[in-house]
T-cell receptor, first 114, second 113 residues
Framework: DSGVTQTPKHLITATGQRVTLRCSPRSGDLSVYWYQQSLDQGLQFLIHYYNGEERAKGNILERFSAQQFPDLHSELNLSSLELGDSALYFC?????????????FGPGTRLLVL | QKEVEQDPGPLSVPEGAIVSLNCTYSNSAFQYFMWYRQYSRKGPELLMYTYSSGNKEDGRFTAQVDKSSKYISLFIRDSQPSDSATYLCAMSLFSGSARQLTFGSGTQLTVLP
């Protein structure tokens, strides 16, 4: 158990809908990263938040957005969903210790868009 | 061309074999190199972390980095059926507090009893 929690575990929805994925980082970790894992694209970085502020964006669509709240949990919002958005969505949290930063991944949310 | 290329596999070996997993990369700015293990329907789990060329050993696992050739490897000695999983190499740049990872596509490994 990495200490990172994600809810829900599974989500089935229809095209055009909007969903929110939630992530709670390990206690004390200030950074939250979101990744998307699909069969054809592999594991891809979406966005990074550090202590409530957006720090970096990767291959994140404009239909997707995220935020990190004062209690450090994070939410990833996916809107106007398309079939191709079906994937596993992971969050990871990290902290820097002794010059090293390690990302610990949650169990993921499996999204199926029908 | 992808920034990180990983041997696609799948790879199937008998129990006790030595396994070699490899990745190449094109971005010489990558400074941190990791290997993650991902069991089916689970999140990736960090196995090895290194930032220098050379070898790093942890139990049955050895990570090897050759920055001059832009090539990293993970060796698993005395492989066990419990090692059956997908292995992902990952790399990151030094960029302040932002350390987003760039992953290889993963190699699916099966260790047969």
């Amino acid at each position: 158990d990495s200490g990172v929690t994600q809810t829900p575990k599974h989500l089935i929805t229809a095209t055009g809908q909007r969903v929110t994925l939630r992530c709670s980082p390990r206690s004390g970790d200030l950074s939250v990263y979101w990744y998307q894992q699909s069969l054809d694209q592999g594991l891809q970085f979406l966005i990074h938040y550090y202590n409530g502020e957006e720090r970096a964006k990767g291959n994140i669509l404009e239909r997707f957005s995220a935020q990190q709240f004062p209690d450090l949990h994070s939410e990833l919002n996916l809107s106007s969903l398309e079939l191709g958005d079906s994937a596993l969505y992971f969050c990871a949290s990290s902290r820097r210790q002794g010059g090293q930063e390690t990302q610990y991944f949650g169990p993921g949310t499996r999204l199926l868009v029908l | 061309q992808k920034e990180v290329e990983q041997d696609p596999g799948p790879l199937s070996v008998p129990e006790g074999a030595i396994v070699s997993l490899n990745c190449t990369y094109s971005n010489s700015a990558f400074q941190y190199f990791m290997w993650y293990r991902q069991y089916s329907r689970k999140g990736p789990e960090l196995l090895m972390y290194t930032y220098s060329s050379g070898n790093k050993e942890d139990g049955r696992f050895t990570a090897q980095v050759d920055k001059s050739s832009k090539y990293i490897s993970l060796f698993i000695r005395d492989s066990q059926p419990s090692d059956s999983a997908t292995y992902l190499c990952a790399m990151s740049l030094f960029s302040g507090s932002a350390r987003q990872l760039t992953f290889g596509s993963g190699t699916q490994l099966t260790v047969l009893p």
